[in-house]
């Protein structure tokens, strides 16, 4: 699911990781990024982006080699 989330961001594997983040921080809801209670969530949600950005950068250094 996090994959099919990641690939509707618009971002390409060129992209920084910042870029992804900011990417990844519009694609919430206000409510969701002003809950605190959801604070851990959010920071979960990142780092699966973030993963998914790594192994998407990696599969185009893989074909390039």
Do not use: N
């Not at 971002?11 to 990781?17: F, G, I, P, R």
């Not at 990142?46 to 790594?54: D, K, S």
């Amino acid at each position: 699911m996090m994959r099919a989330i990641y690939s509707d961001l618009p971002v390409t594997v060129l992209d920084t990781e910042r870029a992804v983040l900011r990417a990844a921080v519009k694609r919430l809801p206000a409510w969701v990024r002003r809950d605190p209670c959801r604070r851990l969530l959010r920071r979960k949600f990142y780092r699966e982006m973030l993963r998914c950005h790594a192994q998407a950068q990696r599969g185009v250094s893989l074909t390039l080699h």
